[in-house]
């Protein structure tokens, strides 16, 4: 299993809402990637963990809280967002911090009302 | 701070011809990673090439090789034999070095098209 599966692949919330992005990976991989792309744009790294733990927040607002439960699976709560924050969330993994080949899901469209 | 370029924004290609997709960087530091990614309409990032700074030859992957000249700090992406499935984004992306581990850092990205 080479995958790395995102959940849900759309999502349309209010400003008001609570909702959370799901990423999964079953390949022992260590260290856990959130990007966040707009349009016709690269992707820019928001999070990384590292066996589990939190190793890079890049200056993230608040309104997103990630969370890694265990290796294999990596959370991202939204609270709050703004219009602005519609963009694709990537997910990726790698065997370990430093290892650079990423291997990314396939996102999750987010819409914010 | 390592900096990406890619200065093209759209290219097209004729299918089966090859294409070639710039890209420059920038960086103080001697050991260096860059790779290619493709990104389709679906949005998955494919990890396409990896060359690493001490890499004496250019790599290779089937139909896509990288033309590494480091004094020109240049890493085109070659794909031969174009194909329709190729039309996608491209992204070139460096590893930066930071305090405590390491992180990519993409250029704008090409989007390419291929026509039959």
């Known amino acids: 299993d080479t995958e790395v599966t995102q959940t849900p692949k759309h999502l349309v919330m209010g400003m008001t809402n609570k909702k959370s992005l799901k990423c999964e990976q079953h390949?022992?991989?260590?260290?856990m990637y959130w990007y966040k792309q707009k349009a016709k744009k690269p992707p820019e790294l928001m999070f990384v963990y590292s066996y589990e733990k939190l190793s890079i927040n890049e200056s993230v607002p608040s309104r997103f809280s990630p969370e890694c439960p265990n290796s294999s699976l990596l959370n991202l709560h939204l609270h709050a967002l703004q219009p602005e924050d519609s963009a694709l969330y990537l997910c990726a993994s790698s065997p370990a911090w430093g290892g650079e080949k990423l291997f990314f899901g396939s996102g999750t469209q987010l819409s914010v009302l | 701070a390592q900096k990406i370029t890619q200065t093209q924004p759209g290219m097209f290609v004729q299918e089966k011809e090859a294409v070639t997709l710039d890209c420059t960087y920038d960086t103080s530091d001697p050991s260096y990673g860059l790779f290619w990614y493709k990104q389709p309409s679906s949005g998955e990032m494919i990890f396409l090439i990896y060359q690493g700074s001490y890499d004496q030859q250019n790599a290779t992957e089937g139909r896509y090789s990288l033309n590494f000249q480091k004094a020109r700090k240049s890493a085109n992406l070659v794909i031969s034999a174009s194909q329709l499935g190729d039309s996608a984004m491209y992204f070139c992306a460096m590893r930066e070095v930071m305090e405590y581990g390491n992180k990519l850092v993409f250029g704008a990205g090409t989007i390419l098209r291929v026509k039959s």
């Open positions: 390949m022992g991989h260590r260290a």
